[in-house]
């Protein structure tokens, strides 16, 4: 077999959906069938099924987000919306369900003020859903190598090449730096969503009940600082600090 | 000589006029008390009124009054002309309402002393039954401090009759409680919510009334109160009451609305009443020297009360319509417009006039619906209320300015009120007459162009979005980009690309610039041409000329790497460069053999077959390759 067939194999299974996506796409449509013949956990076991076969999407968090709300599983519909948001983190849809789920919670948590230059880096690393960064990236990549092949070799104007490349080059020193960023997960807090429905905060990893901090509900969304076996260290957006058991929460 | 002169002037004012704080009318009394008595004084000889004792004590009227009876509790203080500060009372407001006080100065000349005595009297109508202590308080006179005995009070239901010998005070003023009285007489006894209750507040008197004041206004805690204007000249009637005729007046008269159902109690009014009377004292002197327009025995005043009267106030019955805003009574509506045409952008006035009877000033403003493409202005409203015997009547008028802004017809429905008719004890609703307006013209340009009244989406309930339909692209979970082929594809075809074209490039910038270098390249290539020319004469008759083919191919190719001149190639020069050291001799022989075999063939007898010929340009090529592998080193 030579290069140039393994390439245009290679090139056509890229292209190419693999054969299970079909069936997962099935699925999904099924899913929203039953949801709105209001068949709520029928709609979930279609959703949860395609998340089980490995594949996710911000569509399909936000529905599992929805059914598991009118399941009037609050918790589990805030974990998911968290989900959807890590995915897509300027969808109108995703923040405002996650707004109002939220609101319904036990918890009313002031956040602490942030420092303006977090403010902005978080806006600004939030800015553009995944697809579309990397899409960006690409367009500013293939612009930059396309004009440096044109100048290369001599083809076409050199003053509009020069240009083209050096806008494709910035294009793709800032996004893909953010892209970067965000793929690796670089500098991202584990963060994670209260299930059970009521969880008392300890000063410690352990279940004394004297060292009890304070009373968390199901929905409320903390951060995972550390973690030691069975024992997480979570902070609240309040900067309340205390060590829950592993299992009454789950990660984003 | 007698033992006793009584020398006594009543100072009278109402509530205020306390004794410290004396009013013109006081002081000129006390001067013309002072003068007597000191002229009396001098006739009756040396006195020793320094010498006196100042002592305070308190006492009532009458141990025993009837409820609605009035009682006097008088503060005495002898040896001193005033008091230095007001006693300050203990609080009867529980079972008595106070209606007002006054003071008297006595001097008394005994025994060649003299006796200077303040009483002040506080008057008071007791409200509710049953034994009361009046506790001790404390009187300030002639410098010293005086704390009072503790007074007891029985107020019993039925009415005492009060001897004039248990109040010095009324003795003196000879005016009975049957004599003088307040009643405040209500319309109804039991009225609904918001129903009005009319009380007449009437005196009643069989003595010379001359004037009076009201001392006390009843709290109106639970109405809403309408007032009627104070007639100039009370109405004066005549009534037969208990066999005794009397002369009566209305002072006050009122419109009360309960604002709540239950029971609620007409509190009390009290009056002051100046009274013209007849002394009967045969002691008097000045009578019997004035005669009967005595200066000092003229008018006496005197205090009464209305008693409380209670009224039951029904709540209105259920059953209330959805637009029942609380109005009792009864009412009209009528709606009218100036106009039955209107050009667009006139002005058009819509006058819903309320008429009837009830509390019209609580009225709620009636519900017009505007038709759409009218601008309406808040309504100006006017209102004229009438007080009658049977209650509060009147009309409410509201002016609606309507301004049509597209033309049509703009139709206003009936203005509906409801209200609750306390006679029928039934819910009514009143309604206008609907009404249509025509409006001619072009519609105006502005904000309610459109006919529609512009307002806020408003929100009926709050729910989640909509879960996503379609297609949901998914992709791999925990995958980054940089586990993704295509991430790698795209990143490294591009490179590949632009290192390729600078390679290029790199090619195409010798082949124009360096001629060893482009003679180099193409000597493959011209080598390649001789050798294809050689090959179609393998097979031909012309031996030489083969020969001669390929000995140019070789001369070219090596002369082309070389770079020197092929034509004036001396093959010394060749065998020289081949043979210079750092040639291998590997690649360098076979090549030699090949030229000298070209050579030989050449100008020898043209033997060779075309096997051979064949195997020969065989050699020829292997010697170049290897050639120009040996070169490129």
């Not at chain 1, 990236?137 to 612009?143: D, S």
């Not at chain 2, 003068?35 to 004792?53: I, K």
């Not at chain 2, 009224?311 to 009792?328: A, D, K, Y």
């Not at chain 2, 020289?576 to 690649?587: C, F, H, K, Q, S």
Request: net charge negative.
């Amino acid at each position: 077999m030579s290069a140039r067939t393994i390439l245009t194999a290679a090139l056509l299974a890229l292209a190419l959906p693999p054969a299970p996506l079909h069936a997962q796409d099935e699925l999904f449509e099924e899913g929203n069938r039953l949801y709105q013949q209001e068949d709520y956990q029928g709609a979930l076991d279609n959703y949860l099924r395609i998340r089980e076969a490995g594949f996710e999407s911000p569509g399909l968090y936000y529905n599992i987000g929805n059914a598991y709300f009118k399941a009037n599983e609050l918790g589990r519909a805030i974990l998911y919306y968290e989900r959807a948001r890590r995915l897509a983190p300027s969808d109108a849809d995703i923040l405002a369900n996650l707004e109002l789920a939220r609101s319904l919670g036990v918890d009313e948590i002031v956040p602490l003020p942030r420092f303006w230059l977090f403010r902005v880096g978080s806006w600004w690393m939030n800015l553009f859903p995944r697809s579309l960064l990397i899409g960006l990236t690409a367009a500013g990549y293939l612009m930059a190598a396309g004009a440096a092949l044109l100048l290369v070799l001599r083809l076409g104007a050199a003053s509009w090449a020069r240009r083209a490349a050096v806008a494709g080059g910035i294009l793709v020193l800032l996004l893909g730096a953010t892209l970067a960023v965000r793929e690796t997960g670089l500098g991202q807090a584990r963060h994670g969503v209260v299930l059970a429905a009521e969880v008392g905060v300890q000063s410690a990893p352990s279940d004394d009940p004297a060292l009890q901090l304070f009373v968390i509900h199901a929905g409320t969304r903390v951060r995972v600082d550390r973690s030691s076996e069975e024992w997480l260290e979570v902070v609240l957006d309040d900067g309340k600090v205390g060590w829950v058991r592993a299992e009454v929460l789950e990660e984003v | 000589m007698r033992g006793v002169r009584v020398l006594r002037r009543f100072r009278v004012f109402a509530g205020g006029c306390a004794p410290m704080r004396r009013c013109t009318v006081c002081r000129w009394a006390t001067l013309l008390a002072a003068v007597a008595a000191l002229g009396l004084a001098l006739a009756a000889g040396p006195t020793d009124a320094a010498a006196q004792q100042v002592s305070a004590r308190a006492y009532l009227s009458s141990n025993e009054v009837g409820v609605g009876q009035q009682f006097v509790l008088n503060v005495e203080v002898s040896g001193a002309q005033g008091v230095d500060q007001d006693p300050e009372l203990p609080d009867l407001s529980s079972f008595s309402v106070y209606l007002g006080s006054g003071s008297s100065s006595s001097i008394q000349m005994s025994g060649g002393r003299t006796n200077i005595t303040l009483t002040i009297q506080y008057r008071f109508q007791a409200t509710s039954a049953g034994t009361f202590t009046v506790s001790p308080f404390e009187v300030r006179a002639g410098g010293g401090a005086f704390t009072t005995e503790p007074l007891t009070l029985t107020v019993s239901d039925a009415p005492v009759p009060q001897g004039s010998s248990a109040a010095p005070g009324a003795a003196d003023r000879g005016i009975a409680p049957e004599d003088l009285f307040v009643e405040a007489v209500p319309s109804r006894r039991q009225v609904y919510e918001n129903q009005p209750v009319v009380v007449d507040y009437r005196i009643f008197t069989r003595v010379n009334v001359s004037s009076y004041s009201i001392t006390q206004l009843p709290p109106a805690t639970g109405f809403w109160v309408e007032e009627y204007p104070p007639a100039g000249n009370p109405v004066i009637g005549q009534t037969v009451r208990d066999g005794m005729q009397y002369t009566t007046a209305t002072i006050r008269k009122v419109a009360l609305f309960p604002t709540g159902s239950g029971t609620r109690t007409l509190e009390p009014l009290g009056i002051e009443a100046q009274v013209r009377v007849r002394r009967r004292s045969a002691f008097d002197p000045f009578e019997d020297f004035f005669g009967r327009g005595s200066l000092l025995n003229s008018s006496i005043s005197t205090a009464a009360a209305s008693r409380p009267v209670e009224i039951e106030v029904l709540p209105l019955p259920g059953g209330r319509p959805e637009n029942f805003t609380g109005f009792v009574g009864d009412l009209e509506v009528a709606a009218t417009l100036d106009r039955d045409s209107v050009q667009v952008s006139d002005a058009v006035t819509l006058t819903v006039e309320v008429a009837g009877s009830g509390n019209l000033r609580m009225l709620a403003e009636p519900e017009v619906e505007i038709p759409p493409g009218f601008e309406a202005f808040p309504p100006e409203v006017t209102e004229r209320v009438d007080r009658t015997d049977a209650g509060v009547s009147g009309t409410r008028t509201y002016d609606y300015v309507l301004v049509p802004r597209v033309p049509g017809v703009g139709a206003i429905p009936p203005v509906e009120l409801a209200y609750f008719d306390p006679e029928r004890e039934t819910y009514e609703v009143a309604a206008s007459g609907a009404l249509a307006v025509e409006v001619t013209g072009v519609a105006a340009d502005g904000p309610l162009g459109t006919g529609r009244v512009r307002a806020g989406v408003e929100e009926l309930r709050t729910d989640i979005r909509f879960i996503q339909l379609g297609r949901p692209a998914l992709v791999l979970a925990n995958r980054t980009l940089f586990a993704h082929p295509l991430f790698w594809v795209t990143l490294l075809v591009p490179l590949a690309l632009v290192g390729g074209a600078a390679g290029l490039r790199r090619h195409r910038d010798r082949l124009h610039g360096d001629v060893a270098y482009a003679r180099s390249r193409r000597a493959a290539k011209v080598a390649r041409r001789r050798l294809a020319e050689a090959r179609k004469l393998v097979d031909g008759e012309d031996v030489r000329a083969f020969y001669a083919e390929a000995g140019h191919a070789l001369e070219g190719f090596l002369a082309d790497k070389l770079n020197i001149a092929a034509a004036g190639m001396i093959r010394n020069e060749v065998r020289d460069r081949l043979a210079a050291p750092g040639v291998d001799t590997e690649a360098a022989e076979p090549y030699m053999e090949c030229l000298e075999e070209c050579d030989r063939q050449r100008f020898a007898p043209p033997t060779a077959s075309a096997e051979e010929r064949a195997r020969f340009l065989g050699r020829v090529e292997a010697a170049m390759a290897a050639m120009a592998e040996h070169l490129a080193r």
